[in-house]
């Protein structure tokens, strides 16, 4: 795109009866996503950890500009039962999402293990979007220009998947188990790309990252150096969430945007601007760590995507 043509959220076609799915919809990015998204007339279900802060988020929304239809529902990504529940939830009321929006994260908290034993950041920022996704693709492929947004983080490009210590238990960082969790989002997001393509599915999936936006993400790290660097000093150069939004919104709504891309900010190294189509680090787009991220994602929480494996 042009300077000239920069998009924004002015050119998201109607999005009446589309119903969208998008983890974290209660503040930074997903709010920003879940707002915009109605103002277009789609319909969204708020998949948030806390159902108070997510009807917060609902009221607010609906008072500043009636539009599409806002649900809430109770997700905790970091436990595989709550993804069970929140999909078997969404089955039995008849709700056939459109797109999913793979946005909620957890960023450089100290080493936590989640429910069933994973380290926290891998299990919320990639576990349970994994099995959230293939819970649901089947409800996605019969749905209406169909997609899976996963939303990444420049991040990805400085990670390294650990595969002999996922859970830090030998040598664990904050940021480093950070950056591994966004380079599982964009190995992930490729490979289910490749994955539903051999299957010959309908259903699209993007990745996209945010650049440097002001996002409770970041201020609300419990390690001191992130909040003092993202949360103070470097805010002033940072994106707003609704600037920051956009390439997920971008991926999740524009007719142009193709499975398999990945869609960032076009300024410089990808830190704000305009959306548009940016290349994964080449350990994002290596079809070997693919299947072998693949193959222990279905491991750890026993979760089979209902298409046959590519290849």
Not at 37 to 48: C, D, H, P, Y
Not at 108 to 131: D, I, K, M, V
């Amino acid at each position: 795109m042009t300077k000239s043509q920069a998009w924004t959220t002015e050119r998201i076609p109607d999005q009446t009866g589309r119903v969208f799915v998008v983890t974290g919809a209660n503040s930074g990015l997903g709010l920003a996503t879940t707002r915009a998204i109605a103002r277009s007339g789609g319909r969204v279900i708020l998949a948030v950890r806390d159902e108070a802060k997510g009807r917060y988020a609902a009221e607010r929304i609906a008072a500043d500009r009636p539009g599409g239809p806002l649900e809430v529902r109770r997700l905790d990504l970091a436990d595989l039962d709550s993804v069970r529940s929140f999909a078997e939830r969404l089955r039995a009321d008849g709700v056939r999402p459109d797109v999913l929006v793979n946005n909620a994260g957890v960023m450089a908290p100290p080493r936590t293990l989640s429910a069933q034993g994973h380290e926290l950041q891998f299990a919320a920022n990639h576990l349970g979007h994994f099995a959230l996704t293939g819970l649901l693709l089947d409800l996605l492929a019969e749905g209406e220009d169909p997609r899976v947004v996963t939303v990444s983080s420049t991040n990805h490009r400085r990670g390294r998947i650990a595969f002999d210590d996922l859970d830090g238990g030998s040598r664990y960082s904050p940021m480093g188990h950070y950056n591994q969790s966004k380079l599982a989002n964009a190995v992930f997001g490729r490979e289910l790309h490749r994955r539903l393509a051999a299957a010959g599915s309908p259903v699209r999936s993007l990745l996209a990252h945010p650049g440097y936006a002001a996002t409770n993400l970041q201020t609300g790290s419990p390690v001191g150096v992130v909040k003092l660097l993202f949360g103070r000093l470097l805010t002033p150069l940072a994106q707003t969430p609704e600037r920051g939004a956009l390439p997920q919104l971008f991926a999740a709504t524009d007719p142009a945007a193709l499975s398999g891309q990945f869609i960032g900010p076009g300024g410089t190294g990808e830190l704000r601007g305009a959306p548009k189509v940016v290349r994964p680090a080449e350990a994002a787009d290596d079809a070997g760590t693919g299947r072998r991220l693949w193959e222990l994602s279905e491991r750890l929480t026993g979760v089979t995507f209902p298409f046959p494996a590519a290849g």
